[in-house]
């Protein structure tokens, strides 16, 4: 497979700043993948990176490193709203997402 | 969203029977998914369509067929249920192979007793 791997679960703050790391295999990537889900909910999507670096959206920032088969979703300003799954999806030449098995975020006051 | 409606959205069959799933789009996009996501594995790919008629395995493709006669329907196909295929269901669009974003429906809980 792609060796996609991500920590189980997580435990936050809310108002601190949260990293969920991500690493997968380096062969044939062609792009890295994060989504959020909601218990009970579909996925939705969060962010794409192809190329090296951070990318930032607004609370959310993804950071991709290509040769070290690593990314990173970094959540800034933690809320109760945030406790979810946070899905990172490594996608090959066909650009189709391979999931990992998703990271258990939980905000607490 | 991209207009991604599931149905059923909630099944209890008994297996050996044949079950349906159906996934509907408006936004006539091209590529078109179908994963199950079970605890301990994350969302897997069954199938998948790239076009009408156009269709491909994935990785657990073994026990269900799908089919494609239309753009906006996507057919998963249980052919003999098994408990092993107690799941949830998802079904994917995206409008290109390049473009970023795969939008999901919400979702078909299945229960194979």
């Known amino acids: 497979g792609q060796n996609i791997d991500q920590p189980t679960e997580m435990t936050a703050t809310e108002g601190a700043i949260v990293q969920i790391n991500c690493t997968y295999q380096t062969s044939g990537f062609n792009g890295l993948f994060w989504y959020q889900q909601h218990a009970g909910e579909a996925p939705t999507f969060l962010s794409y990176?192809?190329?090296?670096g951070l990318e930032e959206k607004g609370r959310f920032s993804s950071f991709l490193s290509r040769s070290k088969g690593y990314s990173y979703l970094l959540l800034k300003e933690l809320q109760m709203k945030d406790s979810a799954s946070y899905l990172c999806?490594?996608?090959?030449?066909?650009?189709?997402?391979?999931f990992g098995r998703g990271t258990s975020l939980i905000v607490h006051p | 969203d991209a207009g991604i409606t599931q149905s059923p959205r909630h099944k209890v069959t008994e297996t050996g029977t044949p079950v349906t799933l159906r996934c509907h789009q408006t936004e006539n996009h091209r590529y078109m998914y179908w994963y199950r996501q079970d605890p301990g594995h994350g969302l897997r790919l069954i199938h998948y369509s790239y076009g009408v008629k156009d269709t491909d395995k994935g990785e657990v493709s073994d026990g269900y067929s799908v089919s494609r006669s239309k753009t906006e329907d996507f057919l998963l196909t249980l052919e003999s249920a098994t408990s092993s295929q107690t799941s949830v269901y998802f079904c994917?669009?995206?409008?290109?192979?390049?473009?970023?974003?795969?939008?999901f429906g919400p979702g078909t809980r299945l229960t194979v007793l």
């Open positions: 990176n192809v190329l090296d």
């Open positions: 999806a490594w996608a090959g030449g066909s650009y189709i997402p391979t």
């Open positions: 994917a669009t995206k409008e290109e192979i390049g473009t970023d974003t795969q939008y």
